[in-house]
């Protein structure tokens, strides 16, 4: 039979125990963690923010250009008909208050640039949106050349 004196059981307790370093390393080691993971997430959820933004802005960019296809040269060339100023938003089929981000953009015709013969019969198609995201201005930009005698010619 093992009988221990009540001295040695407190100094059997005080050895199973944490000393009060050992708690404050712990808890710095937690904090650390826990602190990095919330980082860690909010650095996401801006990357996967700033990703759709960057889509809207190019699906706004490819509508631009699919309608300049839809037009004949003589419209393109008449002034005024294509509109140099558009605005559109994150999310336009919300309501007023959650429309989200709006976008606004620029369409301009020019000179193509070229020297060749053709030239007169080109033009360069310049799109442009500007946005605001958070504390940052962005920008997107898309070109692309109409002509005169463009791909209705090879439409069977």
Sequence with gaps: MNLKTSNQRRTDALRRAYTVMEVLVAVAVVGVVFVTLYLGMLQGFAIVKTGRENL???QILEEKMEVIRLYTWPQINTAGFI??????YFYPEGTQNTLGTAYIGTMTLGPSGFTEAY??????????????????????????????YGLHDYIY
Excluded: C, E, I, K
Excluded at 119 to 148: A, E, P
């Design 119 to 148: 030239s007169n019969d080109l033009q360069l198609v310049t799109v442009t949106v500007n946005w605001q995201s958070g504390n940052l201005q962005r920008t997107r930009t898309m070109y692309t050349y109409v002509s005169q």
């Design 83 to 88: 509109p140099q100023s558009f605005t559109n």
């Design 56 to 58: 809207r802005a190019t």
